[in-house]
């Protein structure tokens, strides 16, 4: 589903601020896979989701969704192959329109554009049923402006958005980061629901190590650009933060050094 072959990314190339973001990236995903990636800061995890979003070009390597060579294609060719979910609640939904017209918009994306905008009441009520399941009385809200909801209100619209047409390939960029404890364990577990009931191939960037432990059956950790570790399903069951310190250190000569990671 998802193929990375030998990808580099360098920012500010010759200069004395260059920085190889991404080095020799090689990651292969199979349909259905629901991958967690962590790491400390500046690793290279947002810089990846970016590459295979094509928000940024790689300098070298290669990438498929689906068979499909992405590589040279711009972003917003991708954006029908992709659902995207970002950290800040306030990107990925209209805050001046209202709740049913956002869906409207993720439902009708990839469609003819025409003058004619009309929510019909078949559509009404698939989206009062979809939103039935975030358990948060969106389905009652239909009208209200979106910039009205809560952080944890709108990112779960922002996630149902991104999965309605079911994507080929899902991406959460830390999309819990910004919400409070208990909202975060809410949108996390209805980021898993939706994600094994549509059997979503997913990449979930988190900066918290036992979210990343706790969720999907793959983890994979970076390191200067770098997949240092890459743990299966099977070896992940058994694995603890602990571990997966111990492993880093191993791996990489260093300790893990992301307060923020350790301390969630």
């Known amino acids: 589903m998802l193929s990375i072959k030998g990808v580099y990314k360098v920012f500010n190339p010759g200069t ?3 920085k190889t973001a991404l080095n020799n990236i090689n990651l292969e995903l199979k349909a259905g896979d629901f991958v967690t990636v962590i790491g400390g ?3 290279g995890k947002s810089t990846l989701l970016n590459c295979i979003a094509g928000v940024h070009a790689v300098d070298a390597g290669s990438i498929f969704i689906d068979g499909i060579d992405v590589t040279k294609i711009p972003e917003h060719k991708r954006a029908g192959m992709l659902g995207r979910v970002f950290q800040d609640p306030m990107v990925g939904t209209a805050a001046n329109m209202g709740i049913e017209e956002n869906l409207a918009l993720a439902y009708r994306r990839g469609q003819k554009r025409t003058l004619k905008w009309m929510i019909t ?3 009404r009520k698939l989206y009062k049923e979809l939103l039935s399941q975030l358990d948060l009385g969106l389905e009652n809200r239909l009208s209200d402006k979106v910039g009205l909801l809560s952080g944890g209100q709108r990112q779960a619209l922002t996630l149902l958005m991104a999965t309605l047409k079911r994507p080929k390939l899902l991406l959460l960029d830390e999309h819990t980061a ?11 577990a209805i980021t898993d629901k ?7 191939t997913t990449l979930m960037v988190t900066h918290n190590m036992r979210d990343a432990i706790r969720y999907g059956n793959r983890l994979i950790m970076m390191h200067e650009g770098r997949i240092l570790l890459d743990i ?5 069951k058994k ?4 571990d997966l310190l111990k492993r880093f250190g191993q791996a ?3 300790e893990f050094a992301n307060d923020r990671a350790l301390l969630s």
């Open 16 to 18: 004395v601020n260059e």
């Open 178 to 188: 910004a919400l409070d404890p208990k909202t975060a364990v809410k949108v996390l």
């Open 41 to 43: 800061n500046g690793s």
């Open 232 to 236: 299966t399903e099977e070896a992940k």
């Open 252 to 254: 990489s000569g260093e």
């Open 239 to 242: 694995l603890t933060v602990e």
């Open 194 to 200: 939706f994600i094994r009931e549509s059997n979503l």
């Open 121 to 123: 009441s078949q559509e």
